[in-house]
């Protein structure tokens, strides 16, 4: 494992800026039909002030499209603000930032994870990338000679208007088959962020699927929730672009949860770390996670540091291990950078929950909704309760330390005070006893560098400080 904590050079590396293929173009993302798309939605909402949330690699087109909106308006009242900077990822809409500047509306470029909001309402203006229409076609006679099956396409959202043009040549090729559509806002989803037709989803996951686009958590999302055995990638990003014939749940990447998931298991303490505030449901999700911890005697911490990375979860030295809740495309939990392992929800709910004991891996999922009243993966946290209870005698056996486990069941304490909080007894010698609760384990932390000291120290004068980075400054007195 390398080390938890940023070198000099590793900091350097990360402000490296990203590649020239990794940039967006202005024609991708905004064109005469985009701008008059924006100014239609804005007129429709009698939006006042307007965000504009960009990517980082589109970031530097900002200066022209807001004075282009502002020129096509010609409201004095508009106001446009853009938004530098992203709360959690580019992929969400980041209504944390645009509640700052009071906006009213948000317009998001780029790529989007479409998780639904609740709060304001939300225009997507996606990149507008082409691929080649013959060669997929071509690609996919070789592969589906059989003109009469039921072929289901999908795709990632940057290809949009691409897959718009060609499903009139695709419906010619295989009569039967079904493009899927990316669900308005308004709209309600039948399966991720998709409309489905009536009938485009065969049971047992029958029938063929196609997906363009590159091999990214979108594509697992999609295949995954399908549950299909007969997946074609066509990865638009590859050099030698090809049709393959691909399993997602087979992923090795996936295989190596295993490990996350025993981890989980082994936990006296998670750490739930909250990685968006606007994707609808993580409330329920995180009370869900708490429950499921408490039924196994297990402490729970919540936790909101912004973007996730390994040195600042580093910090929290008791915690075994923590759960991610964010957006379906949020992978950092698939890095092995971390110091304790970082799981996602539905492999917490694996490790948490006892009706999963016999089927890891079976299925898999990254949206957290599905886990929701409603979902394709839910179970009653009741009946997950009972369970354990009924298995609380039993005892089970770690895979990674090799000793037996015996899950010690909570019960449900009724409080009459909203500020009192569930305490343990627990013996400290001498026949004492001290009460201790999940809050203490860091009530006794304490930094130093930080007080006031009014009044106390000497008057002294202003000298040149230190420069650079813990790990080596620059004019240290101390050298």
Same mark, same amino acid.
């Given at each position: 494992?390398?080390?938890?904590?940023?070198?000099?050079?590793?900091?350097?590396?990360?402000?490296?800026?990203?590649?020239?293929?990794?940039?967006?173009?202005?024609?991708?993302?905004?064109?005469?039909?985009?701008?008059?798309?924006?100014?239609?939605?804005?007129?429709?909402?009698?939006?006042?002030?307007?965000?504009?949330?960009?990517?980082?690699?589109?970031?530097?087109?900002?200066?022209?499209?807001?004075?282009?909106?502002?020129?096509?308006?010609?409201?004095?009242?508009?106001? %446009?603000?853009?938004?530098?900077?992203?709360? $959690?990822? +580019?992929?969400? !809409?980041?209504? #944390? &930032?645009?509640?700052?500047?009071? /906006?009213?509306?948000?317009?998001?470029?780029?790529?989007?994870?479409?998780?639904?909001?609740?709060?304001?309402?939300?225009?997507?203006?996606?990149?507008?990338?082409?691929?080649?229409?013959?060669?997929?076609?071509?690609?996919?006679?070789?592969?589906?000679?059989?003109?009469?099956?039921?072929?289901?396409?999908?795709?990632?959202?940057?290809?949009?208007?691409?897959?718009?043009? %060609?499903?009139?040549?695709?419906?010619?090729? $295989?009569? +039967?088959?079904? !493009?899927?559509? #990316? &669900?308005?806002?308004?709209?309600? /989803?039948?399966?991720?962020?998709?409309?489905?037709?009536?009938?485009?989803?065969?049971?047992?996951?029958?029938?063929?699927?196609?997906?363009?686009?590159?091999?990214?958590?979108?594509?697992?999302?999609?295949?995954?929730?399908?549950?299909?055995?007969?997946?074609?990638?066509?990865?638009?990003?590859?050099?030698?672009?090809?049709?393959?014939?691909?399993?997602?749940?087979?992923?090795?990447?996936?295989?190596?949860?295993?490990?996350?998931?025993?981890?989980?298991?082994?936990?006296?303490?998670?750490?739930?770390?909250? /990685?968006?505030?606007?994707?609808?449901?993580?409330?329920?999700?995180?009370?869900?996670?708490?429950?499921?911890?408490?039924?196994?005697?297990?402490?729970?911490?919540?936790?909101?540091?912004?973007?996730?990375?390994?040195?600042?979860?580093?910090?929290?030295?008791?915690?075994?291990?923590?759960?991610?809740?964010?957006?379906?495309?949020?992978?950092?939990?698939?890095?092995?950078?971390?110091?304790?392992?970082?799981?996602?929800?539905?492999?917490?709910?694996?490790?948490?929950?006892?009706?999963?004991?016999?089927?890891?891996?079976?299925?898999?999922?990254?949206?957290?909704?599905?886990?929701?009243?409603?979902?394709?993966?839910?179970?009653?946290?009741?009946?997950?309760?009972?369970?354990?209870?009924?298995?609380?005698?039993?005892?089970?056996?770690?895979?990674?330390?090799?000793?037996?486990?015996?899950?010690?069941?909570?019960?449900?304490?009724?409080?009459?005070?909203?500020?009192?909080?569930?305490?343990?007894?627990?013996?400290?010698?001498?026949?004492?006893?001290?009460?201790?609760?999940?809050?203490?384990?860091?009530?006794?932390?304490?930094?130093?560098?930080?007080?006031?000291?009014?009044?106390?120290?000497?008057?002294?004068?202003?000298?040149?400080?230190?420069?650079?980075?813990?790990?080596?400054?620059?004019?240290?007195?101390?050298?």
């Amino acid at each position: 494992m390398s080390s938890a904590f940023s070198s000099g050079d590793s900091i350097v590396q990360n402000q490296v800026p990203g590649t020239a293929d990794d940039r967006l173009g202005l024609a991708d993302i905004w064109n005469d039909e985009q701008r008059e798309r924006c100014l239609r939605w804005i007129q429709k909402h009698n939006l006042k002030r307007v965000a504009l949330q960009l990517p980082d690699s589109a970031l530097h087109h900002s200066v022209q499209i807001v004075s282009e909106l502002r020129d096509v308006a010609g409201d004095s009242e508009l106001a %446009l603000f853009v938004l530098a900077d992203t709360s $959690y990822g +580019s992929c969400c !809409v980041d209504e #944390i &930032a645009a509640a700052h500047a009071n /906006a009213d509306g948000i317009v998001h470029f780029g790529h989007a994870c479409l998780s639904k909001v609740a709060r304001i309402p939300v225009l997507y203006v996606f990149p507008q990338l082409t691929f080649d229409d013959e060669h997929l076609l071509a690609a996919l006679s070789q592969e589906l000679p059989d003109c009469t099956v039921a072929l289901r396409c999908f795709y990632e959202v940057t290809y949009a208007n691409a897959v718009a043009r %060609l499903k009139g040549a695709l419906l010619a090729r $295989y009569p +039967s088959a079904t !493009v899927a559509t #990316i &669900a308005e806002p308004d709209q309600q /989803a039948d399966l991720l962020c998709w409309k489905l037709d009536e009938g485009a989803r065969p049971p047992n996951g029958e029938g063929p699927v196609l997906y363009i686009g590159r091999d990214n958590l979108s594509f697992f999302n999609t295949a995954v929730a399908l549950e299909t055995s007969q997946c074609y990638l066509y990865d638009t990003s590859r050099p030698d672009r090809r049709l393959v014939r691909t399993d997602a749940v087979g992923a090795k990447w996936l295989r190596r949860r295993y490990y996350a998931i025993e981890r989980c298991m082994d936990a006296r303490s998670i750490g739930i770390v909250v /990685a968006t505030l606007s994707t609808k449901g993580y409330l329920e999700i995180v009370s869900r996670v708490q429950r499921l911890a408490k039924a196994r005697g297990v402490r729970t911490y919540l936790i909101s540091i912004g973007k996730v990375n390994p040195e600042k979860l580093a910090n929290f030295i008791d915690i075994d291990c923590f759960v991610l809740v964010g957006c379906p495309e949020n992978d950092v939990f698939t890095s092995r950078e971390f110091f304790r392992p970082l799981l996602s929800v539905f492999e917490a709910e694996m490790g948490l929950n006892v009706t999963w004991r016999e089927k890891l891996l079976a299925s898999y999922t990254i949206n957290f909704a599905d886990l929701l009243p409603d979902g394709r993966l839910h179970s009653d946290v009741e009946e997950v309760t009972a369970l354990a209870r009924e298995a609380n005698d039993t005892a089970d056996v770690s895979l990674v330390t090799g000793r037996a486990r015996h899950v010690a069941v909570r019960e449900e304490e009724e409080t009459t005070d909203a500020n009192d909080t569930c305490t343990d007894v627990v013996p400290k010698g001498r026949n004492e006893l001290a009460q201790i609760s999940s809050a203490d384990q860091f009530s006794n932390r304490s930094w130093q560098g930080l007080e006031q000291n009014l009044g106390q120290d000497a008057p002294a004068l202003v000298q040149e400080g230190r420069s650079g980075i813990p790990i080596r400054y620059q004019n240290d007195p101390t050298d």
